[in-house]
């Protein structure tokens, strides 16, 4: 027999956390788009800059290892939303930047944070060792 506790009628409701993943998924993916767009000049930016975020110098290798080796995001410096369709020279017009810091570049949609800018935020933080301190003070898993 099937049971109508109110138990069993909360657990088939969909989770609001459900909800809000599939509003992040659909940022998320503006993102993908934004590299897959040309995967030659992909290549070329990181033949040109390297793999060592320009912003923050994470290096995804040297921190994750064999599993982060190759792994960068490539940043258009100049938008792709404002210029349309253009020329590209990868020198000039694109940057590889880290995951995090390629976030804090886009997180005003009216204003794009050049690598410079973000340089000089992560220089002017207020602590350096707030990262290490808070991991410290987790302990280990
Ligand atoms: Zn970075
Ligand atoms: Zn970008």
Do not use: Q, W
């Amino acid at each position: 027999m099937r049971s109508f506790t109110p138990e069993a009628v909360i657990s088939n409701r969909p989770s609001p956390a459900f909800k809000g993943y599939h509003t992040d998924g659909g940022k998320k993916s503006r993102y993908t788009t934004y590299y897959e767009r040309n995967p030659f000049y992909r290549a070329k930016a990181i033949e040109i800059h390297g793999l060592v975020c320009t912003a923050c110098g994470m290096d995804f290798e040297s921190t994750y290892g064999f599993f982060g080796a190759g792994f960068i995001h490539v940043h258009h410096n100049k938008p792709v939303s404002e210029t349309g369709p253009t020329r590209i020279n990868p020198e000039v017009d694109m940057s590889v930047v880290c995951p995090n810091c390629h976030a804090m570049i886009h997180r005003k949609r009216d204003r794009t944070l050049t690598v410079s800018e973000v340089r000089d935020l992560l220089s002017k933080r207020p602590n350096k060792e707030m990262r290490l301190t808070a991991l410290d003070r987790k302990g280990p898993a």
